[in-house]
């Protein structure tokens, strides 16, 4: 099972124009979609898009990497984008008066300090501006004990993105640095994310947690300004071998689907989500093509889990010890 990296009701619910019709289908938003992507292979937004226009969004991708193909492979190329770069797209888009048109902001792998830097800049500059923007942040830093980004991101999130968010989406370790506390159990998993929330963001859904006694399983936490304190929604997910790249984007994405249509209803939430997540990646356990060790996602042959999830697991909700 991949690592994943990716209750409480926004107060600031999307614009009137978000649920306006077209040709007979209900537009759920429309969502600026800032992460890394790949030419071959599914990771970053190559990995978000598709599952949130199924789910009737409306996306615009900006890439923070382009690459041939993720990094876990023994050759890649491409490069990574620059604040200036960003700051040119952007140019264009305020011009045309398009930021004026987007619901939702999500963002994932960031890059290089230039580019954090910017969108952290973009990112405050759309919230003054539009205060119903929904704003979802994966704060994507690293993995397994381990920084694949600057030390510096860590302060640049803590400070800068999460404060506008109403949603984050840290894996384990990545809640850990945001918080600046060890997680060993569900207890110390809902007291880190209540520190992030400390910071400014409205929910914290910590993805994937690998705990002690508990090999077998891995375990979701949700915490939210609706829950009430000392209350979180816990998951457990049976857990499922293999290595598979792009989950974290993908939960990411159906994390902003579901709490967009289910505000304030983490049971639900977090159910469809994972169940989606769960069937791609036995989907792809049995029918993909390992390669270098690492399996892509079989995210369109899932398009129909990913649509009607099918949900096996059920969220409960849990309250810290006394």
Not at 182 to 209: C, F, H, M, P, R
């Amino acid at each position: 099972y991949c690592s994943l990296r990716r209750t409480g009701t926004p107060k600031h619910p999307a614009p009137d124009h978000a649920h306006s019709q077209s040709s007979g289908e209900l537009r759920a938003g429309r969502v600026l979609s800032i992460s890394s992507s790949v030419v071959y292979g599914y990771v970053g937004n190559k990995a978000s898009t598709f599952p949130m226009q199924l789910q009737g969004f409306d996306v615009d991708p900006i890439n923070s990497v382009q690459l041939s193909n993720h990094t876990g492979y023994k050759i890649f190329t491409g490069e990574k984008r620059e604040g200036v770069e960003m700051e040119k797209l952007m140019e264009g888009l305020e011009k045309n008066d398009f930021l004026a048109t987007y619901t939702h902001l999500m963002t994932g792998y960031l890059g290089t300090k230039t580019f954090i830097e910017c969108v952290a800049s973009i990112v405050s500059k759309m919230k003054q501006r539009n205060k119903g923007l929904l704003f979802v942040c994966d704060p994507v830093m690293g993995d397994n004990g381990k920084l694949y980004v600057p030390e510096s991101f860590i302060s640049i999130y803590r400070d800068k993105l999460i404060p506008h968010a109403a949603l984050v989406t840290p894996n384990q370790f990545e809640a850990e640095k945001l918080s600046e506390s060890k997680i060993t159990d569900l207890d110390s998993a809902y007291e880190a994310a209540a520190k992030i929330i400390q910071k400014g963001a409205k929910n914290v859904v910590i993805t994937s947690l690998e705990l002690k006694g508990r090999e077998d399983y891995v375990d979701v936490v949700a915490v939210g300004e609706g829950i009430g304190k000392g209350g979180y929604y816990h998951l457990a997910l049976p857990r499922q071998p293999g290595k598979y790249s792009g989950c974290g984007d993908l939960c990411t994405a159906l994390l902003l689907v579901w709490f967009t249509k289910h505000p304030g209803n983490f049971k639900a939430i977090l159910e469809k989500t994972f169940a989606s997540i769960q069937s791609v990646i036995h989907r792809t356990r049995t029918q993909g093509t390992k390669r270098c060790g690492w399996t892509e996602l079989e995210l369109i042959a899932s398009r129909g889990e990913i649509t009607l999830p099918n949900i096996k697991q059920q969220a409960t909700q849990c309250y810290v010890s006394s």
